[in-house]
C-alpha cells in the first residue's frame, strides 16, 4: 500500500468514510473479482439482530440511521429502514438494502459500525433510563472513549433516553445546554471542598444548579453537611463519584449521607450518583438517589459485569448483512431507478401493510427521508425540536410488546410508564 501522511488524530475523516475507504479488504477484493469475471446482480440484503447479549434482555433501540443514510446518499440502491429510536427485537429486520452488489459492496463494514455501535449506546441508556424511572439519567464518561467519539456517544445516549449529556460537542447535536458539576480537579485545586463550591457559585451563570460534588478529599457525609450548611436553599444537590476501591457499601454510604442531610434540615438538597452505575446498581440504589450520572457502563463492556457498551454494541446488533438469491427483485418489478437527490421512495399507499405488500420488513421506510429530513432543517434539524408532539430523536416508533407490532408511542411516554408485568429491564 502507498504511504499515507502522517495525520495528528487517528481516525477516518468524513469524505474518506463516504468514499468507502473504511472497508474490509475482503470487500474489496470480492468487488475486483466480480467486476473481473462480469457478475453484476442485484440482491437484497437485510441487517437484523440474532440474539441479545444477555437473557434478560427484551429489546434493542436503533440508532445510526442517520449516518447509515448520510453514507448510502447518492449511491444506486434502495434503501429502507425502520426509524431511528424504533423497539426492535431478534430477527426484526432493521435495515434493508437493495441495489447490484459491487456498488455498495464496500460500504458494509461501515454501515454495520453506525448500525451496531449506535444502537447499542441507545440501548444500554434505555435500560438504565427505564429502571431509574422519573429520575434524571445524564450521559456522562466522554473521557473514557475517543474524543472523535463523543458526539455520537452522546447522541446516541440521548436517543436511547438519557436525560443529557456533558459533552459541549454533543450538546450541540440535540441543540441543548451541556449538563455538568464540578470536576475533582477544582476541590483539589483549591483544597477544599467547600471553597470549590463558593467560587463555583460566585464565578459560573445562577442558571446553572448548584451541585457539590462531595468524595474528593473527606468523609461524604461530613463533606454533605458542609457544603449544605455553605450553600443552604441555593445547594441543589450532593453528588457521589466514590471510586469503588474506597466505596466499600455504597448503599450504606448513601444512607448516612440522606440521614445526616435530613436530621439538620436539608431535605430539599437531592443525591445524584455516579461512577461505575448501570441499570442494576440504578434498581439497588433508586430508594436513595434522585438522579445518575453514566458513564463508562454506555461505552465499554468490562470484564465480568453485566453491561457493556462498546464491546456490547457489536455483540447486541451483529449486522447480519445476508445476500439473498440474487436476481432482478421479481417481487418488485424491474430494478427501480435511483431515487433524485433529496428525495425517497415511498410505497404508494402508506403503512406498514404496504411495505409489507412489496417485500419490505414491516415499520421501515425508505431511510433517505430520514436523511432528507436532517438536510432539509440542518444539521440534525429533525431533533431541534423538543415541545409536546414534536417528532424527536427521542421519539420511540414502536412499543416493545412481544409480539413486536404494539402501536406507536413516544420514549417519555413508554420509558415512563408502569409495566403491566413483573419488571424486566
Known amino acids: 500500500m502507498k504511504s499515507q501522511p502522517k495525520r495528528a488524530f487517528h481516525i477516518a475523516s468524513e469524505p474518506e468514510i463516504k468514499a468507502g475507504e473504511v472497508s474490509d479488504v475482503y470487500f474489496e477484493r470480492t468487488v475486483e473479482i466480480l467486476r473481473a469475471k462480469g457478475l453484476h446482480k442485484r440482491v437484497k440484503a437485510e441487517i437484523r439482530l440474532k440474539s441479545f447479549p444477555q437473557t434478560d434482555w427484551t429489546f434493542g433501540v436503533l440508532a445510526g440511521i442517520e449516518e447509515a443514510a448520510a453514507l448510502l446518499e447518492g449511491l444506486p440502491v ?43 449506546i441507545a440501548t444500554k441508556a434505555a435500560r438504565c433510563k427505564r429502571a431509574a424511572g422519573d429520575r434524571q439519567v445524564i450521559s456522562f464518561g466522554a473521557r473514557r472513549m475517543h474524543p472523535a467519539l463523543a458526539p455520537m456517544i452522546e447522541r446516541n445516549a440521548f436517543v436511547g433516553g438519557c436525560d443529557g449529556v456533558a459533552v459541549t460537542k454533543s450538546a450541540e447535536l440535540i441543540d441543548a445546554d451541556p449538563t455538568g458539576t464540578i470536576p475533582h480537579a477544582l476541590v483539589l485545586l483549591f483544597g477544599d471542598t467547600v471553597e470549590a463550591l463558593r467560587a463555583f457559585h460566585e464565578v459560573i451563570d ?23 450548611k455553605a450553600l443552604g436553599r441555593e445547594l441543589y444537590a450532593v453528588r457521589l463519584d466514590t471510586p469503588s476501591s474506597r466505596r466499600g457499601d455504597f448503599f450504606k454510604i448513601l444512607e448516612e449521607v440522606r440521614w445526616e442531610l435530613d436530621l439538620r434540615g436539608f431535605n430539599h438538597v437531592k443525591i445524584l450518583a455516579s461512577g461505575g452505575i448501570d441499570e442494576y446498581e440504578i434498581l439497588k440504589l433508586n430508594s436513595l438517589v434522585d438522579g445518575y450520572g453514566v458513564g463508562a457502563r454506555l461505552r465499554a463492556r468490562h470484564h465480568g459485569d453485566r453491561g457493556g457498551a462498546d464491546g456490547q454494541a457489536r455483540q447486541a446488533l451483529r449486522g447480519q448483512a445476508g445476500v439473498a438469491v440474487p436476481g432482478r427483485g421479481a417481487e418488485h418489478g424491474a430494478p427501480r431507478r435511483r431515487p433524485r437527490s433529496g428525495g425517497s421512495r415511498r410505497p404508494a399507499r402508506g403503512g406498514a401493510a404496504q411495505a409489507a405488500d412489496r417485500g419490505w420488513p414491516p415499520r421501515a421506510r425508505p431511510a433517505a427521508a430520514a436523511h432528507a429530513a436532517r438536510v432539509r432543517d440542518g444539521a440534525d434539524g429533525a431533533h431541534r425540536h423538543h415541545g409536546a408532539g414534536s417528532r424527536t430523536a427521542r421519539r420511540l416508533l414502536a412499543e416493545w410488546a412481544s409480539s413486536m407490532r404494539s402501536s406507536p408511542t413516544s420514549a417519555r411516554s413508554w420509558l415512563s410508564s408502569s409495566p403491566t408485568v413483573p419488571f424486566r429491564i
Not at 100 to 112: D, F, S
Not at 209 to 215: E, S
Not at 218 to 226: G, L, Y
Open 78 to 120: 434502495d434503501v429502507w429502514a425502520m426509524d431511528e429510536g424504533t423497539l426492535f427485537g431478534p430477527e426484526d429486520t432493521v435495515l434493508l438494502i437493495e441495489g447490484v452488489y459491487p456498488e455498495w459492496a464496500k460500504y458494509e463494514t461501515a454501515l454495520l459500525g453506525f448500525l451496531c455501535q449506535a444502537s447499542g
Open 206 to 228: 445562577p442558571k446553572v444548579r448548584r451541585v457539590a460534588l462531595i468524595d474528593t478529599l473527606q468523609d461524604e457525609k461530613f463533606e454533605a453537611i458542609r457544603v449544605a
